[in-house]
């Protein structure tokens, strides 16, 4: 039982980052032969399924502020799986898209995604997951 003077046992935050460093890991070595890790996959996903967004949209998606999705777009764009143009309505922003490439990047590593998806639900349980993926929404949705 954690005491009050146990800050990394009570702290939510630290607990989460731990969760989520090792949960990493394990989806970046199931997708390792993909080339991508789990957080480009995640992008690639997001621009297949909701179509090209502004760096900023797309970094509401993700959770992560302007630099850091350049950070993690700068590699994808290098290696030909989007592209990165100036938007006509407003010269400012930047429209990020899927390319053909990218599409194929996706589907080279879904393989490992399954199983990474299976083999979490299988020790974790699938009602668990859902739980755990509904209440990280909320979470992300909380105005801290």
Known sequence: MAT?????????????????RHITRFYDACLSESGVRVTQYSILGHLN??????????AELM???????????????RDGLITIQVSEADR??????????G?????LGR????RAQVEFE??????????????MDEVAGLQL
């Open 111 to 114: 393989a490992g995604w399954n």
């Open 63 to 77: 959770t992560m502020d302007r630099a850091t999705i350049g950070h993690n777009l700068r590699p994808l764009e």
């Open 122 to 135: 299988r020790q974790f349980g699938t009602e668990y997951a859902a739980s755990m993926r509904q209440m």
């Open 4 to 20: 009050i003077d146990d800050i990394p046992g009570l702290c939510n935050c630290t607990k989460l980052r731990r969760a989520a």
């Open 49 to 58: 399924h909701r179509g090209p967004k502004t760096m900023m949209e797309l």
């Open 92 to 101: 400012r922003a930047r429209i990020v898209s899927i390319t053909d490439e």
């Open 103 to 107: 599409l194929k990047r996706i589907e």
